[in-house]
């Protein structure tokens, strides 16, 4: 099970951007499956299952996974429509801003999991490079990803001319405290950054943030930071930067207490998730699931949920279609198959995803069943 005893110093770890020790645990996941492993249903138990914790830095105040001894594999989910339309507000505002100029060279940094702005960027006469200087460069949840923080921000550098920008997306950090997302921690995910963090590591190999722009993904938890030499023609660091940098302050971003309170949101979900199941159980309701993600593993494993609870998950992806969810082995299905079980209750484990499943599964509401959203604890969505 989960610990509770945070925020606790930890020995012998070092920072992944300054290389210095220095850090309190401020989540503890216990032992859990690599974040993409999906198994056969044949395949043989126990699933691997490996500790997992979440890292503050007392020295660059940077959020990270303490250790991470798996190896990644190859994604094999598709890109979700939310994920589509919060690139065309990117790069839409990244053009406004001056950013994006047609003819010019771009390089990109994409997610392994997706989430590419390549097609937007095209769209725009940008020219994609992949070597070299370019005059922007797009990092799209891809730097977390790596394991040495300073080696992979200075590997953008060395790409950037006098005048090139630098367009960081994040899963901002703050935001997964403040909404008590605690799965988003999960194997392959490195840092975690909020932007008073970010900004520091960029001023510390000479950028400066010129521009700063917060969306709704993510339970309001996504942020746009655009970096520039210090000393090109982008001037200073941007007021939205600052202000940004400020209200992540007052709300605690730094303060292992208030980031450590992302362990008692986990022990308040996990409760809430166990009395749904049991009180669905009580009333003979079916359940059913959708979104084999990275991050439904933590939660079904941390909850304990077991296959006769949840007797699949949907996913539009085909390479997860037979396969199993990791420890429950809850079987992976396609989104037909889901609706032809009629289950009473479909957990969706995206919350981002409920406009986009709704109207594209209209079946489960017109068969009787409601919509739950795992935010990351059950909320039931009425029916239209």
Known sequence: ????????????????????????????????????????????????????RMVLSSVSGLLQLEDDPTSPEEPIGIEPAALVRQAELCVDDAEAAGFVIPGT???????????SWAKQLARRAM?????????????????????DQHAAFTERLDHMGPDSVLLMMIHNATSIV??????????????????????????????????????????????????????????????????LIAKEL??????????????????????????????????????????????????????????????????????KHGRAMPRNRIPIVSPADLIAARPDRVLLFVPDLLPEVRTAYPQIEANGGRWVVMDPTPREIQAD
């Not at 060279?105 to 989430?115: C, Q």
């Not at 969306?215 to 655009?226: D, E, F, S």
């Open 250 to 319: 007052s709300e605690g971003a730094t303060d292992a207490q208030w980031v450590s309170s992302l362990n008692r949101s986990l022990t308040e979900s996990v409760a809430a998730i166990r009395a749904y199941l049991d009180d669905a159980a009580s009333r003979s309701l079916t359940v059913g699931g959708y979104g084999a993600a990275s991050r439904t593993s933590a939660l079904l494993c941390c909850a304990e949920v077991t296959v006769d609870e949840v007797m699949m998950i949907a996913d539009a992806a085909p390479g």
């Open 105 to 115: 060279r771009v390089l990109e940094y994409p997610s392994p999991h997706g989430g």
């Open 178 to 243: 403040r909404n008590g997302m605690w799965n988003a921690l999960k194997n392959g995910h490195f840092a975690y950054y909020t932007t008073p963090s970010l900004v520091g590591m960029a001023n510390e190999i000479g950028l400066v943030g010129v521009g700063a722009w917060e969306y709704p993904l993510y339970g309001n938890g996504t942020t746009m930071l655009a970096f520039a030499r210090q000393g090109s023609r982008w001037g200073s660091e941007a007021d939205a930067v600052t202000a």
């Open 1 to 52: 099970m989960p610990s509770t005893a945070l925020p606790q110093p930890i020995s012998q770890w070092r920072d992944r951007w300054s290389g210095e020790p220095g850090g309190v645990v401020v989540l503890d996941l216990g032992e859990q499956p690599p974040s993409d492993l999906f198994p056969i249903p044949g395949d043989p138990l126990p699933d691997p299952a490996y500790s997992t």
């Open 127 to 147: 020219v994609e490079v992949t070597a070299g200087e370019a005059d922007l460069l797009v990092d799209v949840h891809g730097m977390m990803h790596d394991a």
